[in-house]
């Protein structure tokens, strides 16, 4: 009896062990699907999300910030797609469509030392295409196009082999379009300070930017850019092109030199008085000679372009005084914009500078001065005197002396004093030559 008693309790044990192995797993699978799941239902969320990103689904900033605030919150889904390619793309495009390129820069920048996936590369470029670091965009986008396989299919990251081929595509597409178009703007940036350039020429980079505004948007805050393309516009008399191209240059960087172009599209238009309240919005504070930080080349010409323009209205309404001032500031800053072109320019700028505004012995080493009275002989023939003969008006005063100390060599002692119109007037007759850039926008609005 008592053998069959300890068999009972043996086998009673067993059948407890037996029972209890479903509850044990029943709770297993509980406590499992309570820890995981959830993750794993916001892992497939985010999962559709990167798709959406990576179709180019439009997005605002401010969209792009909560999409970012969702996909970097949960330290757990964070740590289960942080290898995922797709992933990290589609994180790096949305803090670039947030705004913050450097973010995206520095990501992109860790993520292409682990794993040089042509998808990092290509929105590190677009990162630095935004920011406006145009060369180090063209580097990048040059890689992606060199190295992409021709078909996306072969990266082990796709489940859809046609959405595969459809990316290869569009991403390729895309770097080559970025790269015409930076290289377009150096062009366009060269050419605007080319004083050679023919109509032609910059009729054909207008109507080839023309061609390219899907990205243009980066292009918009890039005042060099804007400045010297519009520069070409004006050259080749685009002027629909200047009132497409400002408002939206203004939306995205309210420039000064800007009302210089919408001063000449008024001109144009024949509102010759507002064409002159947005030439005088041009010069801030205490004029062109004021500057605010921005590109100095491009400020600098716009001013002193505007600068003329205002300074004829006022010789033509017998303003003089204003006139003189004006000119005077003119070509201060015609010395600060040949430096960077030509060195006879700038020789010739700063000569005219020197003797009618600083009231300095001018230097001219480099020009030739045959009658050796101090004035070159380029100059002398934009200004009417004898370059065979130091004293023209024979007063027994050089010309240059004469000029020096505000008379006139054309004119005899003592009717020869210079007024403010006198100066004007040579200042008038003498932009071609102290501002050479005049050259290519003189009656360009007539």
Known sequence: MDQFEEINRKNGRIVKVILSIPIFFCVFIVVAFALYVP??????????????????VDMTPVEADAYLTKLTGDSKVRDILSTNVRYNSALVKLYTKKGDYDMAIEKCSSLLEENDSVFYRYYLAEAYYEKGAFEDADREFIIVVNTAPEDFWEIDIYDDEAQARVDS????????????????????IDASADMELTKEKS??????FKLKDEFIEPLLGDSEFIVAYLDLCVSVRDFEEIKRIVPQAIAAQNNLSYHYYLGIIKEVDGEHEKALEEMKAALPGEGITNFDGEDFYSIAKTKALAGIFVAEDYYAKGKYTESFDLY?????????????????DFVCAGEFYSLFVWKKEPSHESLTDLDQDGLSDDLEEVL?????????????????KEYFYGHDPL???PEDVLSDKDYCDIFRKALPYFAPFYNKTNNQTN
């Open 411 to 413: 004119r005899k002692s």
């Open 39 to 56: 993750s794993f239902i916001k892992v497939a969320e985010l999962g559709n999300l990167q798709v959406e990103i990576l179709n180019q």
């Open 384 to 400: 009417g005197t004898d370059k065979n003969v130091k004293d023209t008006d024979g007063d027994g005063y050089e010309d240059e």
């Open 203 to 208: 009729s054909g980079y207008v109507n080839s």
């Open 169 to 188: 595509i569009k991403i390729k597409a895309n770097a080559q379009s970025r790269i015409d178009l930076v290289r377009l703007r150096k062009a366009i």
């Open 328 to 344: 005077k500031q003119v070509s201060y800053q015609s010395t600060n914009i040949v430096d960077s072109n030509n060195k006879d």
